[in-house]
Each structure stands twice: as structure tokens, then as C-alpha cells.
């Protein structure tokens, strides 16, 4: 093998001569000729130049650039659909890696490195740019999928399909690309790293701009139109009518209630679509499916005439009422207070559930708002038409007590009908300041029916009135004036403090009858709890009142006698008119009983 490097050195006026000296005449010519060829080559580091194969083994071939040593390229970088490599073939090389003067310290051959596939790369990327620029449309195959997009075969090199530039909305999958032929625009071409990039995207919007202006200029409101849904959410989906899209809202898809638009729509799904609206500035235009469908509310009250009774199925529960469809896009609203006559209804799913079939009647019919107003209870009978013949005054009855108030009781008859038993009815003699002093909730009671309202629905109910008056007899007679009797202290007031003398029943001892001594405060002289015993001064069977007295418990007849003449003079009455009676237990403040407010 000829060193090279021994022609550079040689004098151009003797380099054929000292040629021949080394190689014979015929091929000396030859091997200047080559040498200049190769003179005229860029042998830097990453240049494509031309080589000749000098030599094959099992593993690489060696190649002779006509640079001062020669490469060698693995065998493997010729494909199988080409001729295999032979010596004296002349192949283009791409020169990797170059040797210093002296030669790599590491290589005592002092080879530099080549590669045949990259060389065949950078010519096949030369020849694309010669073909391809920035905003020219291309056609390629989608080959594969990888990170952050898809690589597309251009020719013989492959360029990059970010996903955001697949289609206006990305695709669920883009991997559903591959192996289709597409047309996408070149966004940029990047020389140094070989690369370009690619948009299928931007080709779509500008097609779409034109179809949007053209189908802008002749779309009208009222046409009818095919368009792709391309989009599905809650509130509706939208459609593509051929370069804009509209949209169709979910009330605008059938007269009936739908639950979602998945229901009547699907991704991809050509429908036909009304024009209803078209903002022209905005570019928004609103789309209906059921408008191309007859009304079911035109001639509505001639159909559901008000007090017209219906059957119907529950469609929806709300916390204020129940939705009932009549036929397909005809619904009403039975609204809590119209479910029962009788029931408490809390929530309406006491009553129904979607799905039920229901008798209705038509409360009220607005065809403007497309609303009906229904009822449930008017297809039944009101209960409190019979009230008063179930229930008239005087009658004796039992209930359940349903709930406690301040001033009362409800008790509970009958389903959905109760009476009010007011605390001022429950006891002839005990003052009752709360219901839940004589009763408890879900008790059992008897009571009286005193009066029914039938126009309010309200029916009063007494407790007391199941016994006689003990006012009327038995008080009046077991307790006399002058009469000593024993009671415990139950409440001390500022005015006074009340004996019970028996169960229910309580007299008032008045501050004034404490004690001979001016008493400012009652406990002073006793507390509650204590068993004390007092005179009867008064009984008033009018005001259900028993007048106490402490201080005149020890009296004699000559004190009852003075102070009755004293209490005379004090109302200027004559003394004869209040002998034998034992007024006092009012004292000068007032009535025997205490006022509410002082309670």
C-alpha cells in the first residue's frame, strides 16, 4: 500500500519522476491524480468526502479517503437491500473523528473514523432541504408514537408531530395516527440539529378560517344543517357545521328532560341541527335538535285544561316538590304543599320516588313559561270536609301528644289531624307554666273536644274538662275563712310567697301576712320547702284565688275583729259589712294572685 503522505511531501516539478521510484509507470500517473483529488477535499472533522474501498474482512471494510490514513466502517451500516461492499467500490463517508499530527496516542494505526449511515443521513437531509421550507405543506405517514408526540415519514427522514399540534383538540389517544397519511404545515426547521417540526394543527385552523368566513356569510337563522359533534360536556355539546362551531345546549336537545347530553349525542356522531341564533360578531352561533320537532306545548291548556285529573310518572325529586311527566316534553311540578291534605311532609321522597306512576290534577297552566302547576291531595278527599261530624264539640277523645310548645300541646287524632290542647286546659287548679309539666311526648291522653274551627283547621281540645269544677264545689267547701290549714312552701315571690295545700291546688300568703313587722323580703321568714301552717282569709271561687295568712295564725277573735274594722275604715265601708268575713291575704299592693310579668 502507497503512503500517501510520501506524495505530499514530494516537489511538484519531480513528483511523476520520484513517483515511478516507487510504483510502476502506469500507475504512478494514476496515484497523482488521486492524490490531488483527495488534496481538494475538506478532511475536517464532521465533512462528507469521498473513499475507496481498499480492503473487506469478516467485520468492517477499510476505506481510503486519500487523507494520511485510512477508516474503517462496520459492515453493518450497509442495509440489506443494497449490494454488498467491494474492494475498489467508492463509497461517501462521513468523517467522525480526526487524528492529530502525530497520531492518536491510543491508536498506534492511526486511523481516523468514518460512518457510511451518516453520511447517507446528512445527504438524504441536504436533499430534503433543497425540497422543504418554513410554512410549506408536506404529506407524510404517521410511523410511530413517542414522547410528546408522533414521528412522521417525509421521504426518507422523519420529522417530529408534537401532540398539541395533532388537531385543534388533542386527540384521546394520538397513537390512533399511526399509520395514517397526513398533510401538516413545517413550523420550523432546525439545520444544525437536523431537525423539523411539524403541524397538522395549524393546516386545519387556516382551512378552517376560510370555511368559517365563507359559511358565515350564508348561514341564517331557521336553516337546517349537518354538522360532527366534537365536543361533549355537562351543559351540552358542540358542533362542527363545516369550519365554526355551534353550540347545542343541553335544553335544546329534546322537549323532555335529559339527563345529560350523552344521552342524545356522541363524539363524532353527524346530526342535523337548527340554526337558532348567530352572533356575528362573536362568532357564536346557538344550535337546536328539538325545535326540528313539533312543540307538545302548542294548544297546552286545551289539552290539560286546569282541574283536569292526569296520570303521570315522577321524573325528578326536588327537596321543594316532585316533576311529573304527562308525555314526552310535557312536565309539571307538584310542590310539597300540594301532596297531602293531611301529612307533614318533610321532604317529598316521603310521598314518591322517580319512577312512580301518579294521579295528578292541573292546578295551573302557563304556556308563555311552559310550566304546569300540579297537585296530588285534589285527587283525593280532604279529610277536614268531615272533621266536624267526626269530631263535635264535646266529644270525648284520645290522641297522641305530637309535640310540645310554650303554650300548648298538639295532640295528634289522627293522621294529619290534630288538636291543640292550650296549657290554660289542662288542670282546674294547677298553675301550669310548661306542658311538659304535666305530659311527655308520644303520650297517650284523653281529652275533650271544646270548639272546632273548620275554615282555620283547628280544633281545641281540653284536659280538664274530662272533671267537674272543683271551684264550683269542692274548694269552696274544704276551705273556709278562719280555717287553719297545713302547706308547703313552693315559690317566693317579691309580693308574696305560694302554699300548696293539696295537688294542684295553691293559696298565696301575701308579704303583708308574713309577719306582724314590715317584711322586705319573704325569705326572712320562711324558704321553699317549708311546712307551714296558715289561716284561710279568703276563698274567690270567681278568680280561682286563695288567700293565705301567717301572722294571724295565733289570732284571736278580738284581733280578727279589729282588723276587719280596720280594713273597713281603710275602704270606707261599714265594719258590719265585712264582719265574719276574714277579707285580708290582698295587703295594699294588689290582687292575691301576682300579675304574669311578676310570675
Not at 219 to 224: A, S
Amino acid at each position: 500500500m502507497v503512503n500517501r503522505n510520501l506524495i505530499r511531501n514530494l516537489e511538484d516539478d519531480d513528483i511523476l519522476a520520484e513517483l515511478a521510484l516507487l510504483v510502476p509507470a502506469d500507475q504512478a500517473e494514476e496515484l497523482l491524480f488521486e492524490a490531488l483529488a483527495a488534496e481538494q477535499q475538506d478532511y475536517a472533522q464532521g465533512k462528507l468526502v469521498d473513499g475507496r474501498i481498499v480492503e473487506i474482512n469478516d467485520e468492517w471494510a477499510l476505506i481510503d479517503v486519500g487523507f494520511k490514513s485510512e477508516g474503517t466502517v462496520s459492515l453493518d451500516e450497509w442495509g440489506g437491500d443494497e449490494e454488498p461492499p467491494k474492494v475498489g467500490d467508492t463509497v461517501k463517508v462521513l468523517i467522525e473523528e480526526m487524528e492529530d499530527e502525530l497520531g492518536a496516542a491510543d491508536d498506534p494505526y492511526g486511523m481516523i473514523s468514518l460512518s457510511k449511515r451518516k453520511a447517507e443521513k446528512i445527504i438524504e437531509w441536504e436533499d430534503m432541504m433543497d425540497k422543504v421550507a418554513e410554512g410549506q405543506v408536506v404529506t407524510g405517514t404517521v410511523v410511530r408514537k413517542i414522547k410528546g408526540g408522533l414521528l412522521v415519514e417525509l421521504g426518507v427522514i422523519h420529522v417530529f408531530l408534537p401532540g398539541s399540534q395533532v388537531d385543534i383538540r388533542r386527540p384521546g389517544d394520538i397513537g390512533d395516527f399511526i399509520g395514517r397519511v397526513i398533510q401538516a404545515e413545517v413550523l420550523k426547521i432546525d439545520d444544525m440539529r437536523r431537525n423539523i417540526v411539524i403541524s397538522r394543527r395549524s393546516l386545519i385552523e387556516r382551512q378552517r378560517e376560510e370555511d368559517r368566513a365563507y359559511l358565515m356569510k350564508e348561514l341564517e337563522v331557521g336553516q337546517i344543517r349537518k354538522g360532527v359533534v366534537k365536543n361533549i360536556a355537562d351543559f351540552g355539546a358542540f358542533v362542527d357545521l363545516g369550519g365554526i362551531d355551534g353550540l347545542l345546549h343541553i335544553t335544546d336537545m329534546a322537549w323532555e328532560r335529559i339527563g345529560h347530553p350523552t344521552e342524545m349525542v356522541s363524539i363524532d356522531q353527524e346530526i342535523e341541527v337548527k340554526v337558532l341564533h348567530i352572533d356575528r360578531e362573536k362568532q357564536k352561533i346557538a344550535l337546536g335538535l328539538k325545535q326540528k320537532d313539533r312543540n307538545p306545548w302548542e294548544n297546552i291548556e286545551e289539552k290539560y285544561p286546569v282541574n283536569s285529573d292526569h296520570k303521570g310518572e315522577v321524573v325528578n325529586v326536588m327537596s321543594y316538590g316532585a316533576f311529573v311527566k304527562l308525555e314526552p316534553g310535557i312536565e309539571g311540578l307538584v310542590h310539597i304543599s300540594e301532596m297531602s291534605w293531611t301529612k307533614r311532609v318533610n321532604h317529598p321522597s316521603e310521598l314518591v320516588n322517580i319512577g312512580d306512576e301518579i294521579d295528578v290534577k292541573i292546578l295551573g297552566v302557563d304556556p308563555a313559561g311552559q310550566q304546569l302547576s300540579l297537585g296530588m291531595k285534589q285527587t283525593q278527599k280532604n279529610p277536614w270536609d268531615e272533621v266536624l261530624e267526626r269530631y263535635p264539640e264535646g266529644t270525648d277523645v284520645t290522641g297522641k301528644v305530637r309535640n310540645l310548645t310554650n303554650y300548648g300541646a298538639f295532640i295528634e287524632l289522627e293522621e294529619g289531624i290534630d288538636g291543640l290542647l292550650h296549657v290554660s286546659d289542662m288542670s282546674w287548679t294547677r298553675k301550669i307554666g310548661h306542658p311538659s309539666e304535666m305530659l311527655e311526648k308520644g303520650q297517650e291522653i284523653a281529652c275533650r273536644v271544646l270548639s272546632v274551627d273548620e275554615e282555620r283547621r283547628r280544633i281545641a281540645l281540653g284536659l280538664k274538662q274530662l272533671d267537674n269544677d272543683p271551684w264550683d264545689g269542692d274548694i269552696p267547701d274544704k276551705y273556709q275563712p278562719g280555717q287553719l290549714v297545713k302547706g308547703k312552701v313552693t315559690k317566693i315571690t317579691n309580693f308574696g310567697v305560694f302554699i300548696s295545700l293539696e295537688d294542684g291546688l295553691e293559696g298565696l300568703l301575701h308579704i303583708s301576712e308574713l309577719a306582724e313587722q314590715k317584711v322586705e323580703d319573704p325569705e326572712e321568714v320562711v324558704k321553699v320547702g317549708d311546712d307551714i301552717e296558715v289561716k284561710v282569709l279568703r276563698v274567690d271561687t270567681d278568680e280561682r284565688k286563695i288567700g293565705l295568712s301567717l301572722k294571724r295564725v295565733e289570732w284571736g277573735e278580738e284581733q280578727e275583729r279589729a282588723a276587719a274594722a280596720a280594713e273597713a275604715a281603710e275602704n270606707q265601708v261599714p265594719a258590719s259589712s265585712v264582719e265574719g268575713e276574714l277579707k285580708g291575704g290582698l295587703g295594699s299592693a294588689g290582687p292575691l294572685f301576682p300579675p304574669s310579668n311578676e310570675e
